[in-house]
């Protein structure tokens, strides 16, 4: 394994553990937010000890997010030092913003999870609700940070330095808004399906339990919306980087060449005539640049962007059609909860928006090699000089697992099972 | 001197260090008495020290993350020195980080209570080691080991690698760095306690780990011509003789209310004391970010960027100090049982 691979195996692993984290510690406060609000309504017994689980769940994941979050902040430096010497003035400015929204997060988690019996009810959930806001938007400034790497902007090339730099400019930056809305509805559909797929797996094994039926409707409330938004901000997305970023199109979708009214491939041998230019450009005649566009060394992995975006679209749409189920039953006023078919589709759903999120991620970013910023710096320049990193990569990945293990265990101890089990 | 943009935002960092050493370090100086724990009340000493750093630990980790977000946005290249020739120093303290943590968290929610142990040990010896580490990466900065590293150059591993960090010097550092914040720990936890017989067990300890301090702090200076240049200042400079009288004077006080049990007196003297060494470690750098050769002006970034994190300072203090008081106020206030705690 060459250094380079190491490195960029490292990095891979350490945004893929991370991700889980990240996405869980945005969606989950809002559930946590909405059984505490219900409970405050209702009394309901069920809803506090609802929102205390999600709360004990946060704990745990917040906690596993902020220090696989700090590993990436010094993996920057640690294994991409030449990205960050010309990066960092430019990006540093989203990071920084994000450090502070991850302060605040951090501080009223803090208030939320020990202050119960400390603070009056009112300032305990508006804590919980600052928690989902500063989460959400310290999410939203690092995928800012990404969107410049793919579609940078807010400087010009001197001589292959940086110079003239806009800061602001490169927090706007093209891909910005696309990215950043397509991860934060992934965070919560994934979430959302997460928690209601667990529990309508629990339904059908336990008919009756009230406590798994509030939580699969919570559940619901804040994935299904999500799910049903995320092919709308999933067709921007595609647009944008039909439009913007050219290559990676081609290698998401395979084609080799450039050509007008390009087909969508579904399956190996099944296509649909011009429905990628329809897609990507909502014009069945449109040109869609092919991988012919660049020189051969400077594809992605086109195998593999293909599939992982494949696996996201169509994990994505499943979400989404589960959604529409959910939607349609509830507008029938029918009793979700005891719909034994809908109820499997759900719990089937459960892993699908974190393999999705995983997905989409690995076709951003394995689509943009061999670049780390496009068109400007290459990966393989921007490495650390120092030898030997298959080292870190292994001790992190042993790491990562052991903790992933660990965690998935403990989640099911203080989460999921029944009352009365603990 | 005159104070240029850049130098602000080096300030800045140093600040952001400081808040990281005494609220982040102070938890792992609790992590290092967990492993410590001893006598009759050892399980209410363990006890006393999860509840005084559960709700505030995450909070006070993020000091570290603006630490380093500001760095690599405001002196990118110095970033990128410290992350080649500081590699394995980093990562273990990250993996120390990453391990405290989770360790610590998985504790509280674990529920069992041989898991419980096994937990609490894993939290209590990477708070151990994390800190020498973090102070053996500051002690190759401080002796003017962080050069441009493995750029061609033809080094080989251990030169390149290891031995910028692998020195006398750096270690009394990270022996230091130990120190403190188990003297800082221990002071707190002297205001944490509820009851008269925990407080003196963590009195005794703070007045040991203040020992400590002195001790590290004498084997750090005697070895101080590996590091010429802080060195040098911490010795000669002008303003050398003002600041190891300020620091002997909080650390006398700090000797001297812990004796007479005037904890919150102790409280603010040590703090004092652990800044007055950071800040002299800065001083006697300056204009040095990386010695010997990259000083604060070269490494800085465009101005643009400097005013911009500037202005995100200015904005995220705005939300952050009222918040940051507020969680201190909501978790450290008096409680009904003496003795109590100050703000």
Redesign the interface.
């Known amino acids: 394994m060459s250094d380079l691979l190491a490195a960029r195996s490292q990095m891979a692993v350490s945004l893929a553990f991370h991700i889980v984290f990240a996405v869980i510690g945005i969606a989950m406060p809002v559930l946590m937010v909405i059984a505490e609000r219900r409970w405050q309504r209702t009394r309901d017994p069920i809803y506090l000890e609802l929102a205390k689980r999600w709360a004990?769940g946060t704990?745990?994941l917040?906690?596993?997010g902020?220090?696989?979050?700090?590993?990436l902040?010094?993996?920057?430096?640690?294994?991409w030092?030449?990205f960050?010497?010309?990066?960092?003035?430019?990006i540093?400015?989203p990071?920084?913003?994000?450090?502070?929204a991850?302060?605040?997060e951090?501080?009223?988690?803090?208030?939320y999870?020990?202050?119960w019996e400390?603070?009056s009810p009112r300032a305990h959930l508006f804590a919980g609700v600052l928690v989902a806001v500063s989460g959400a938007a310290s999410g939203i400034f690092v995928v800012i940070a990404n969107a410049w790497m793919n579609t940078p902007t807010g400087f010009t090339l001197v001589d292959g330095r940086f110079a003239e730099?806009?800061?602001?400019a490169a927090m706007l930056n093209p891909a910005a808004f696309p990215q950043a809305l397509h991860m934060t509805l992934a965070a919560y559909a994934a979430t959302g399906f997460g928690v209601a797929g667990i529990h309508a797996f629990m339904l059908l094994k336990e008919r009756t339990s009230a406590f798994h039926r509030h939580a699969l409707a919570i559940g619901l409330l804040v994935g299904a919306p999500a799910a049903v938004l995320q092919p709308l901000a999933g067709d921007i997305a595609a647009r944008h980087v039909a439009r913007h970023q050219p290559v990676k199109l081609a290698a998401m979708e395979a084609l080799y060449e450039t050509r007008a009214g390009a087909p969508l491939k579904i399956v190996p041998g099944i296509e649909i005539p011009s429905a990628l230019s329809l897609l990507a450009f909502h014009d069945p005649r449109a040109v869609v640049k092919g991988l012919d566009a660049v020189p051969r060394e400077e594809w992605p992995n086109v195998p593999l962007v293909h599939l992982s975006f494949r696996v996201m679209v169509a994990l994505g749409t499943y979400l989404a059609l589960v959604a529409l189920w959910a939607g349609w039953l509830a507008w029938l006023k029918r009793d979700l909860t005891v719909q034994r078919r809908f109820l499997w589709a759900v719990a089937v759903a459960t892993p699908c928006g974190f393999i999705a999120t995983e997905a989409g991620w690995m076709a951003t970013e394995l689509g943009r090699q061999p670049w780390v910023i496009v068109g400007v710096l290459k990966t393989a320049d921007a490495v650390?000089?120092?030898?030997?990193l298959i080292v870190?990569f292994a001790?992190?990945t042993l790491?990562y697992c052991a903790?992933g293990v660990?965690?998935g265990w403990?989640l099911y101890?203080?989460i999921v099972r029944s009352p009365g089990h603990? | 001197m005159s104070l240029s943009l850049a130098d602000t935002l080096a300030g800045i960092i140093l600040v952001a260090l400081t808040g990281y050493v005494l609220l982040g370090g102070a938890d792992f100086g609790g992590g290092v008495w967990d492993l410590l724990a001893s006598g009759p009340r050892r399980a209410r000493q363990r006890d006393l020290i999860a509840r005084a750093i559960?709700?505030?630990w995450?909070?006070n980790?993020?000091w570290?993350?603006?630490a380093?977000?500001?760095l690599?946005?405001?002196f990118?290249?110095a970033?990128?020195?410290?992350?080649?020739a500081l590699?394995v120093p980093?990562?273990l303290?990250?993996?120390g980080?990453?391990?405290?943590?989770?360790a610590?968290?998985?504790r509280?929610?674990?529920?069992e209570r041989e898991a419980e142990a096994y937990w609490g040990r894993i939290f209590a010896v990477a708070s151990l080691v994390t800190p020498v580490l973090l102070g053996v990466a500051v002690g190759a900065v401080a002796s003017g080991a962080v050069r441009e590293?493995?750029?061609?150059s033809g080094e080989r591993?251990y030169e390149?690698?290891v031995a910028p960090w692998l020195t006398p010097f750096a270690f009394a550092v990270g022996l230091f760095a130990l120190a403190c914040f188990a003297f800082l720990a221990a002071v707190y936890l002297t205001l944490e306690a509820r009851d008269r017989e925990l407080q003196e067990d963590f009195r005794l300890r703070a007045i040991g780990a203040g020992i400590l301090v002195f001790v590290a702090a004498a084997l750090g200076l005697a070895l101080s011509q590996q590091a010429p240049l802080v060195g040098r200042g911490l010795l000669a400079s002008p303003w050398a003789v003002v600041l190891h009288v300020l620091t002997g004077c909080a650390a006398l006080t700090a000797f001297w209310a812990l004796w007479t049990r005037r904890y919150r007196v102790a409280r603010v003297a040590a703090a004092t004391q652990v800044v007055l060494i950071l800040w002299g470690w800065g001083l006697a750098q300056y204009p040095y970010l990386l010695p010997p050769n990259l000083t604060i002006a070269a490494a800085a970034?465009?101005r643009?960027?400097l005013e911009?994190?500037l202005g995100?300072?200015v904005?995220?203090a705005i939300?952050?100090f009222p918040?940051?008081y507020?969680?201190l106020r909501?978790?450290k206030r008096p409680s009904s049982a003496p003795p109590t705690t100050l703000g």
Request: hydrophobic share 55%.
């Open positions: 004990r704990a745990i917040f906690a596993v902020a220090v696989s979050g700090t590993v902040s010094f993996e920057l430096g640690l294994l030092p030449r960050m010497e010309v990066a960092g003035p430019i540093g400015m990071f920084s913003l994000e450090g502070f991850f302060f605040t951090a501080i009223f988690l803090g208030i999870l020990y202050g400390k603070v730099i806009d800061p602001i650390t000089p120092m030898p030997g870190p001790a992190f790491l903790l660990i965690v403990l101890r203080q603990t | 559960g709700p505030v995450e909070a980790h993020v570290l993350i603006l380093v977000v500001l690599f946005t405001c990118p290249s970033f990128a020195r410290l992350g080649i590699h980093l990562t303290v990250l993996i980080i990453v391990l405290r943590g989770s610590f968290t998985f509280s929610y674990g529920g590293q493995g750029a061609g591993f390149a690698y970034a465009p643009v960027t911009l994190a995100a300072v904005v995220g939300v952050l918040s940051l507020y969680l909501v978790f």
